[in-house]
């Protein structure tokens, strides 16, 4: 958890600014999305 703080700390520091326009595109954000699912089916 402390990883992912840290790393978006810095890229909001890197981007300057952070909000809806600076995320991934659609398509990137489905495979992550996917990856926490499928992820999560897999460990319950």
């Known amino acids: 958890m402390v990883?992912?703080?840290l790393t978006g700390s810095l890229f909001?520091?890197?981007r300057g600014y952070v909000g809806?326009?600076?995320t991934r595109s659609f398509?990137?954000?489905l495979v992550?999305?996917?990856m926490v699912v499928i992820g999560a089916?897999?460990?319950i």
């Open 3 to 5: 990883l992912a703080d």
């Open 41 to 43: 089916m897999v460990t």
């Open 27 to 29: 398509g990137s954000m």
């Open 20 to 22: 809806p326009d600076t």
């Open 12 to 14: 909001a520091i890197w």
């Open 32 to 34: 992550i999305l996917l």
